[in-house]
């Protein structure tokens, strides 16, 4: 009795120090801007790079232009303009990636769903007509319905594989379509033809009306921000003569600077916003 009494004592101290010492599953979440990242990364096309790792190249290239700027100039302040737009390139570069591919996509989900609701009508179950994407899909989407497929023909668990499938893609659209693919296995129903069909032709009339805006709308947003950038390459013009240069090291030609640089950082986040389009946000992560 004392050898089991006190190997149960054992095991509910471990217990208990278990409990204390880990941490819940809400304290492990990532942040959401970290999310937020990471799905720009996937919509980028490198779902390799982790998001710390774009933000210490953002680091890096950010210290590597402040010491390059400052032993040209010997002006910390012009160095330190240069240096913030440095860092923030990297992350500029990703973005301005992600959003042309998702605007390469808009024409490429329709297609995704064409094909879902042709095997679904051809007698092939849901597991097959999503892993047949790799195979007949767009060219863009192959790898990620192939990878569904090999999931599934290693774990059989459609939930899981279907979760996968949303990772690897981090799109609003397939999120949509993911989660009426789940609903329609876990319920059944008999209307998921009908469902595909209406989502088709919403995605093809979405895609054609952003189309047309973005067009009229993009020599306003390239004439911004070339008036935006102009200032910066004309003081990068300026720091290469040195008595230029030495007037912007007072605290006044500091000030200016960063008043300058206030003004196009707000005046910029203002043409964004009031041209921006709404993006769909995942909901259905």
């Known amino acids: 009795m004392g050898v089991v009494t006190g190997l149960l004592l054992g095991a509910g101290t471990c217990l208990l120090l278990w409990a204390v010492t880990s941490e819940p599953p809400a304290a492990r979440r990532r942040p959401r801007w970290l999310d937020a990242l990471a799905d720009v990364l996937v919509q980028a096309g490198a779902p390799g790079v ?9 680091v890096g290239s950010g210290t590597l232009t402040w010491l390059l700027a400052a032993g040209l100039t010997r002006t910390p302040a012009i160095a330190t303009s240069f240096a913030v737009m440095a860092a923030y390139a990297p992350l500029a570069l990703v973005r301005g990636r992600a959003r042309r591919r998702r605007a390469a996509l808009r024409g490429v989900w329709p297609e995704v769903v064409d094909h879902l609701a042709s095997g679904i009508r051809a007698g092939l179950s849901l597991p097959e007509a999503i892993g047949q994407l790799g195979e007949r899909g767009p060219v863009e989407l192959r790898p990620a319905f192939t990878a569904f497929a090999e999931d599934y023909r290693v774990t059989g668990r459609f939930g899981e594989c279907l979760d996968a499938l949303k990772s690897r893609l981090a799109d609003p659209v397939a999120d949509r379509i993911v989660e009426a693919l789940r609903v329609t296995r876990d319920v059944g ?8 069909r209406t989502l088709s032709a919403f995605l093809r009339q979405d895609a054609r009306t952003r189309g047309e805006l973005e067009a009229r709308q993009s020599w306003t947003v390239n004439a911004a921000r070339l008036a935006v950038a102009a200032p910066w390459v004309v003081l990068a013009l300026l720091a290469t003569r040195p008595e230029a240069a030495v007037a912007y090291g007072t605290t006044a030609g500091a000030a200016v600077l960063g008043l300058g640089a206030a003004s196009s950082a707000v005046a910029y986040h203002l043409m964004v916003r009031i041209g921006r389009l709404p993006e769909d946000v995942r909901v259905l992560r």
């Open 50 to 58: 982790s998001p710390a790792a774009l933000l210490t190249t953002c």
């Open 189 to 196: 129903g008999t209307d998921l033809g009908r469902l595909l």
